[in-house]
């Protein structure tokens, strides 16, 4: 089982390495060392602020190569670029190795891995897959478990995988 082990010193949230909690502190403790100067904004990471600029200011968008398809800068762009290509392109060899599409049956969300769409799965079903084991609160994702036991316990180790949790499920009463 592996556990966080850095924490942040203001909010008490835990992580597995200094880079991840540096960016939460700078993400959600408003550490900000640069300003933007087209506007207002400013970021605690140097290549955050050159995103927002190319993105909002230069309007930098990434373009489908075989369509005039356009998706604007977000977290999961390469994921959105793929699940087009895939679904709009599927016989074009130059894109590469497309990969297959998981479609979510109760609320058509696509996924391009397995496990995500498993993971998500979770939130259509009345079951409670994640309990509690200092109390009787049950939740369908880890993640509901995890955030659960370190702001109402104040764990300070936390598996940062399900792997190890899946041991009681019960169904919604």
Known sequence: MQYAALMCEKCGSWYNSSATLAVHRATHHHTTRFQCDQCDRTFGFRCFLEKHIRVDHQHERLSCQLCDKTFKYSQDLKIDLCIHQTKEHPD????????????????GKEFITKGNLTAHSYIHEEVY????QLCSQSFKQYAGLRHHMINA??????????????????PLS
């Open 92 to 107: 074009n060899k130059s894109v590469g190795k497309l990969k297959p599409i998981y479609i979510c049956e109760h609320c």
């Open 129 to 132: 897959r994640f309990a509690c």
């Open 153 to 170: 316990h104040k764990l300070t180790k936390v598996p940062v995988s399900a792997e190890d949790c899946v041991e009681n499920v019960q």
